[in-house]
């Protein structure tokens, strides 16, 4: 699942270079933070064309490894 992620960087060390490195780590090491379960539990899926909030399984699953990005109907909500 693509998500956003803010990184705060005051250290004038970093360059572009590096900023990148460090990008390209933390994407590896997010899908074993979060797991489908984790996900399920703090998030909802809306699909805008049939105006409902997704619950079957199958369907929720699907979107967690596919991410929203292929499918711009369907928009992940938290439940915070």
């Known amino acids: 699942m ?17 900023i990148n490195a ?5 994407k590896k090491m ?7 379960k984790g996900f399920a539990q703090n998030n909802e899926i809306f699909d805008i064309c049939n105006r409902r ?10 979107i967690y490894s596919e991410g929203t990005g292929k499918n711009v109907f369907c928009f992940v909500l938290c439940k915070n």
């Open 53 to 62: 909030i997704i619950k079957r399984r199958h369907k929720l699953m699907n």
């Open 2 to 18: 693509e998500r956003e992620l803010i990184i705060s960087l005051n250290n004038k060390s970093y360059d572009k270079k590096k």
């Open 22 to 26: 460090e990008i390209e780590e933390i």
């Open 30 to 36: 997010l899908p074993y933070i979060e797991s489908f």
